[in-house]
């Protein structure tokens, strides 16, 4: 796996108030929807992204980032590692300079291209430990990564 993301990229990232976030589902307890929805409510104009999926949380859902009918700032993925690669060159095409694979989502090779291609990247982290307001919940568990050493440098 390639190095730690660095807190400069994680601050960075979050700074970009409209985001989109790949990987949403008709499941409501997925994880692509609870960050979807939490994002929503922290202030962010958000974009739900599935080409299965015609509305979430009540929001039009689209199909591909091409599809947006305005363009973000950035791109949340919460897919699988295999589709992680061609998000990023999707976003990248999109003209999106900051990606944000959400832990489970990156791959090295989606990693690599970012990094090439000098995309503002976040990947091994937990968009919900950063975004603020943090929850209890979250501000818990970044503490604990910040005591054993694990929170960007």
């Known amino acids: 796996m390639a190095i730690q ?6 601050e960075n990232f979050i700074g970009q108030r409209k985001l989109a976030v790949v990987g949403v589902s008709r499941d ?3 994880f692509g929807n609870m ?3 939490a994002l929503k409510e922290k202030g962010y ?5 599935n080409r299965h999926v015609e509305t979430v949380e009540g929001d039009r859902c689209y199909a591909t980032l091409a599809a947006l009918p305005e363009k973000v700032e950035g791109v949340l993925i919460i897919v699988p590692p295999t589709e ?3 998000v990023v060159r999707e976003a990248d095409a999109a003209g999106i300079k900051h990606v944000w694979m959400q832990q489970g989502a990156e791959s090295d090779a989606a990693i690599q291209y970012c990094q090439e291609r000098g995309l503002n990247e976040v990947h091994g982290e937990c968009i919900m430990m950063f975004a603020a307001p943090v929850t209890s919940f ?3 568990h970044r503490g604990a990564w910040k005591l054993f ?3 960007p440098k």
């Open 5 to 10: 993301s660095t807190k400069a990229a994680v």
């Open 28 to 30: 409501t307890k997925k």
């Open 35 to 37: 960050a979807y929805k």
């Open 45 to 49: 104009q958000v974009y739900p992204i």
């Open 84 to 86: 992680t690669e061609k």
């Open 138 to 140: 979250h501000r818990w």
């Open 149 to 151: 050493g694990k929170l």
